[in-house]
């Protein structure tokens, strides 16, 4: 059984910082790109971070790149989503996810498997 067990939300004062973890089980896990994906409040799952099976290729949104680096530790099967300098916008459920074929990282349709979402609330 394939699972993606994200940790790290919470509430932060703007211009702090978060880490997101997703630890991924059932699967072989340096066989799968991972991405990261937030859907703002009453608005649709957008693109934010991802990483190719190895770390070495790493693609963000315009929005956070600068202020957020993706990454993993194939030893761990574990993939992070550090946020600095968070701003109100930032505030999203954060999920996770395994790409196991070679579509657009940037598309929720390359994703096999979801993480259960986790809530950035970034105050002003």
């Known amino acids: 059984q394939v699972q993606l067990v994200q940790s790290g939300g919470g509430l932060v004062q703007s211009g702090g910082s978060l880490r997101l973890s997703c630890a991924v089980s059932?699967?072989?896990?340096?066989?799968?790109?991972m991405g990261w994906f937030r859907q703002p409040p009453g608005k649709e799952r957008e693109f934010v971070g991802g990483i190719n099976w190895g770390g070495e290729y790493k693609y963000y949104a315009d929005s956070v790149k600068g202020r957020f680096t993706i990454s993993r530790d194939n030893s761990k099967n574990l993939v992070y989503l550090q946020m600095n300098s968070l701003k109100p916008e930032d505030t999203a459920a954060y999920y996770c996810?395994?790409?196991?074929?070679?579509?657009?990282?940037?598309?929720?349709?390359?994703?096999?498997?979801w993480g259960q979402g986790t809530q950035v609330t970034v105050s002003s």
């Open positions: 059932g699967l072989t896990f340096k066989q799968y790109r």
């Open positions: 996810g395994a790409c196991g074929g070679y579509g657009d990282l940037r598309t929720m349709a390359a994703y096999d498997y």
